[in-house]
């Protein structure tokens, strides 16, 4: 924790998955702001908020789908009632890879609400939260297929594309009352385990192109820190070895 300093401030996380958003949740509890973190499997939190408070930090594990209002209502709420909200990021991927004639409207609906919808009720609640003191951060994760679909991503470039349009949308209404919105295009694999495995299954032994989740942590930090007359609204990250 940054100087052993606890803010009186809290960070929700919507997504807090194992990789990108726990490394979120590690760089702004190590900056001392309260952590709340969601994700459907809220029990799979344990050993990240153990990480988290053994470092002196604090943290706070729900089980949230964020696909219900309500449940995205109460956590942000109680996020703001426990300290006041000054960050809230989402982070939800749904990523699946279907030819067209294969994405049923079961697939294509439940990605929709998953990678959009979802996004659209935490920024709303967020967005409650936070204009009555004319201040605050709301993030979104966005992917290679949030600016472009590709073959067998019909159903996910197209969520995609609208959490992108609810994050510009609320950047232009909310950025004149003091809330920075920003939208990340994170355009690359993320290093994780299951990602190294099926390198190692196809014989592969090293791969430039995969992003460390810390340093994507890194990013919406930075973001974080940018003052008002300098904001950024998109920001594409990749490693220097990726092709685009």
């Given at each position: 924790?940054?100087?052993g300093?606890q803010?009186n401030?809290?960070?929700a996380?919507v997504?807090a998955g194992?990789?990108i958003?726990?490394a979120?949740?590690r760089?702004f509890?190590a900056?001392?702001y309260?952590?709340?973190?969601?994700?459907?499997n809220?029990?799979?939190?344990g050993p990240l908020k153990a990480?988290?408070?053994?470092?002196?930090g604090?943290?706070?594990?729900?089980?949230?789908?964020?696909r219900e209002?309500?449940?995205?209502?109460?956590f942000?709420?109680q996020?703001?009632?426990?300290?006041?909200?000054?960050?809230?990021?989402?982070?939800?991927?749904a990523n699946?890879?279907?030819?067209?004639?294969?994405?049923t409207?079961?697939?294509?609906?439940?990605?929709?609400?998953?990678?959009?919808?979802?996004?659209?009720?935490?920024a709303r609640?967020a967005a409650?939260?936070m204009?009555?003191r004319g201040k605050g951060?709301i993030f979104f994760?966005?992917?290679t297929a949030?600016?472009?679909g590709g073959s067998g991503?019909?159903a996910?470039?197209s969520?995609k594309?609208?959490n992108?349009?609810?994050?510009?949308?609320?950047?232009?209404?909310?950025?004149?009352?003091?809330i920075?919105?920003?939208?990340?295009?994170?355009d690359?694999?993320?290093?994780t385990?299951w990602?190294?495995?099926?390198m190692a299954d196809?014989?592969?032994l090293?791969?430039?192109t995969?992003?460390n989740p810390?340093?994507?942590?890194?990013?919406?930090?930075q973001?974080?820190q940018?003052?008002?007359?300098?904001?950024?609204f998109e920001t594409e990250i990749?490693?220097?070895?990726?092709?685009w």
């Amino acid at each position: 924790m940054a100087d052993g300093i606890q803010r009186n401030a809290s960070v929700a996380i919507v997504g807090a998955g194992d990789y990108i958003g726990a490394a979120i949740a590690r760089r702004f509890a190590a900056e001392g702001y309260l952590l709340f973190m969601g994700r459907r499997n809220g029990e799979k939190l344990g050993p990240l908020k153990a990480e988290i408070e053994a470092a002196g930090g604090r943290a706070v594990a729900c089980t949230l789908d964020a696909r219900e209002e309500d449940q995205v209502t109460a956590f942000i709420s109680q996020a703001e009632a426990a300290a006041p909200l000054e960050a809230v990021i989402f982070n939800i991927g749904a990523n699946v890879n279907f030819p067209l004639l294969e994405t049923t409207s079961r697939v294509f609906r439940k990605v929709w609400e998953l990678a959009c919808f979802s996004g659209f009720l935490t920024a709303r609640e967020a967005a409650r939260a936070m204009l009555p003191r004319g201040k605050g951060s709301i993030f979104f994760t966005g992917a290679t297929a949030s600016m472009r679909g590709g073959s067998g991503y019909a159903a996910f470039a197209s969520a995609k594309f609208g959490n992108r349009a609810v994050a510009q949308a609320a950047a232009r209404e909310l950025g004149p009352k003091g809330i920075h919105v920003a939208h990340l295009v994170i355009d690359s694999g993320v290093d994780t385990e299951w990602v190294r495995q099926r390198m190692a299954d196809a014989g592969i032994l090293e791969d430039r192109t995969l992003m460390n989740p810390a340093s994507v942590a890194e990013t919406y930090w930075q973001l974080h820190q940018q003052p008002a007359d300098a904001w950024t609204f998109e920001t594409e990250i990749r490693p220097s070895a990726e092709p685009w």
